[in-house]
């Protein structure tokens, strides 16, 4: 089989900053580009969903659709093929996290507090206990003790780790791996093999050199995320996001909480274990659940409909004859409704299968009628054939990575 190998990827959290830059401190509340909005308790459910589930099931009434979809929540992933589609990433700023946070960039540094022999509950709350510890560590390392982690107090709080370290250091970087983009481990604090593979896999897909060892720079993928591929999506459809990257705009506003390009969000990724291929790009947002969805250009609704274990898609036939499916939302638009460029159409929500969220967007070109999905379509236009189970006209969305935020 023809194969686009891609493997995974990303990961990111968290915050930053230290009154040494006052400058930085507009970023610092739970801001649109802030990481700290991911609840906690996605964390544990995570996995799940970036196992993979967006997608399939159209018919709520259909037990078998549904058995279905909730069966993909498990072993979908291949982790054993390179990412091919790595391009240009350029590393965040570390995030700033301060008390009231509730995140998975929290429990992290609550893990790193506990590596560095503090004693602290790790449960992903920034509250006045965290601050006292933060403001302790900060003390011991010669930082102003303002009980804000920025890049600082990061840089003192991440340590390289490798195969055969042990700790909470290492649950710290498990637990990113694992929670923020899917990969398959377990965390248990043993830096083994099996973590040592993942994190060569993460590293690859940033072009990072890819010894296995999490130093600083590793440290800061992972944690503060990175920005933005020079990849412009896949094969014939270049020249379609080519033609649209200064006219379309980006449907979500918030920075993404993983690399699209990796993991199993990209398009094309496995799933069914190879039986069928992932007809979208998902796009996680970093401020979590009820993250606005844009509409990248202008239409007319078509159909909303509920299309995955609690969520929703909404269809639009957009003013160029190209068709847009926004799924895993929920909206009040119904068919006819009119959107235009820009306008908020619906909300990130999510599923109740993974209890994971993200914006499941597919692309089609509008030269084929009926239903976006096809389970027994084998014939496709503009995309390298592959087992999509979508209408023909799919267009490879991954160049919606070039829009403007
Ligand atoms: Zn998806």
């Avoid at 964390?43 to 037990?63: C, F, L, R």
């Avoid at 087992?387 to 490879?396: M, P």
Wanted: hydrophobic fraction near 35%; charged fraction near 20%; proline fraction near 2%.
């Amino acid at each position: 089989m023809k194969s686009i190998k891609f493997s995974v990827i990303i990961c990111f959290l968290f915050l930053l900053f230290s009154c040494s830059n006052p400058s930085d401190m507009n970023n610092t509340d739970l801001g649109i580009n802030n990481n700290d909005t991911i609840s906690i308790d996605q964390e544990s459910k995570a996995v799940d969903e970036n196992q993979n589930n967006d997608g399939e099931i159209t018919d709520i009434n259909d037990p078998n659709a549904i058995f279905d979809d909730v069966y993909d929540n498990w072993g979908e992933l291949d982790f054993s093929s390179v990412n091919t589609r790595a391009s240009t990433w350029v590393v965040k700023a570390w995030p700033i996290v301060r008390k009231g946070a509730e995140s998975l960039n929290v429990k992290i540094i609550q893990y790193l507090l506990k590596a560095a022999g503090y004693s602290i509950s790790i449960d992903g709350q920034f509250g006045s206990g965290t601050e006292s510890v933060v403001k302790a560590f900060q003390r011991a390392k010669g930082l102003s003790a303002d009980g804000i982690v920025g890049s600082g107090t990061w840089s003192k709080l991440i340590i390289t780790i490798k195969q055969g370290s042990n700790g909470y250091s290492v649950k710290a970087l498990q637990d990113v791996l694992r929670n923020r983009c899917g990969y398959s481990l377990t965390i248990d604090g043993a830096f083994g093999t099996g973590t040592k593979g993942k994190v060569v896999q993460f590293q690859s897909s940033y072009a990072l050199s890819a010894d296995g060892v999490v130093g600083p720079t590793t440290w800061q993928y992972l944690i503060a995320g990175a920005t933005k591929s020079s990849n412009g999506g896949g094969g014939s459809s270049n020249d379609f996001w080519g033609s649209r990257v200064s006219s379309w705009t980006f449907p979500v506003k918030s920075s993404l909480a993983c690399n699209p390009n990796t993991g199993a969000r990209y398009f094309g990724a496995v799933r069914n274990g190879g039986a069928r291929s992932h007809a979208g790009v998902d796009l996680i947002p970093s401020t979590g659940t009820g993250t606005n969805v844009y509409a990248m250009t202008s239409g007319t609704v078509i159909n909303y409909y509920y299309f995955y274990s609690g969520t929703y898609a909404l269809e639009v036939k957009n003013d160029d004859g190209t068709v847009i499916r926004y799924g895993e939302i929920t909206s009040s638009l119904r068919s006819g409704a009119r959107v235009s460029k820009n306008q908020i159409i619906g909300k990130i929500i999510r599923n109740t299968a993974g209890g994971s969220y993200m914006l499941h967007l597919e692309v089609y070109k509008g030269t084929s009628s009926g239903s976006l999905t096809q389970g027994a379509n084998h014939t496709y236009k503009y995309v390298t054939k592959r087992n999509y189970q979508r209408r023909s006209d799919l267009i490879d969305p991954m160049g919606v990575t070039r829009l403007s935020r």
